[in-house]
């Protein structure tokens, strides 16, 4: 069975070095100096009540299914405005845009429609964090054929605004976005890439008090749920 878990490996055996280089010998008196990565606690989250709980892990899913397209995307962009540097020529320039273009596409249109509306809000978010951009500015740079795919693909799917921007300083949502990304490249459950805003999460979370406010997203889920029950009953009727 796939749940068994087999204890056929090689055990690792502790053995010492044979060899001077992996050791760094210390005479009484002298000083050893160990240079380590720097890390932070975060501090256990605070809820208002225990049902909260519910309403952050299922805004917490949400941001992990979105984060990995806006990291590419990040990626993407950052590649493209590496490669436009050393090219001279404006006609291949503009050449070489297309053909990102058509590829981000590729990569891109089929997940962002399945969306919904809310990770359609965090994606043009989390596109800010990692480019230092939104997505309207984005838009402004490679014009033409990226401007129709934001447009028809996520503007309009959303009904969204392509130069919201993400503040977590100020705003809610973007606070439990950055708190949720940090815990999880903490956790090693995301791979880490570092946001092209200039924030002090640490000082943020702080001001805080690791405090968790979820209440627009309990208003949210109770108009969808009002929603679907409303459209249930309508069908029971026909």
């Known amino acids: 069975m796939n749940s068994l878990v087999s204890f056929s490996q090689k055990k690792e055996i502790d053995s010492m070095s044979s060899t001077k280089e992996d050791f760094v010998f210390v005479k009484p008196g002298d000083t ?5 990565n720097e890390f932070s ?31 590419l995307a990040s990626q993407r962009l950052d590649s493209l405005n590496l ?10 320039r ?12 590729g990569e891109f249109t089929d997940q962002v429609k399945k969306m919904t509306n809310t990770e359609g809000r965090i994606l043009i978010k989390l ?13 402004q740079i490679l014009r033409s054929g990226w401007n129709a795919f934001w447009y028809n693909t996520t503007a309009n799917v959303f009904n969204l605004s392509l130069k919201s921007e993400y503040h977590p300083e100020t705003i809610n949502e973007d606070f439990l976005i950055e708190n949720i990304l940090q815990r999880a490249f903490q956790s090693g459950e995301l791979q880490m890439q570092a946001s092209k805003l200039n924030f002090d999460f640490i000082k943020i979370l702080t001001a805080r008090k690791a405090l968790i406010n979820v209440d627009e997203y309990k208003l ?19």
């Open 32 to 36: 050893l100096t160990i240079n380590l």
């Open 41 to 71: 606690l975060l501090p256990k989250h605070k809820f208002k009540a225990k049902s909260d709980l519910r309403y952050y892990l299922w805004f917490r899913r949400k941001v992990f299914k979105v984060y990995p397209f806006a990291k």
């Open 127 to 139: 596109i800010h964090r990692q480019t230092g951009k939104t997505a309207f500015q984005n838009i």
């Open 83 to 92: 490669r436009l540097e050393k090219i001279p020529s404006k006609r291949k």
């Open 94 to 105: 503009k050449k070489y845009i297309r053909l990102i273009q058509d590829y981000m596409e």
């Open 220 to 238: 949210m889920l109770d108009r969808m749920r009002k929603k679907w029950n409303k459209k249930n009953r309508k069908k029971k009727r026909q």
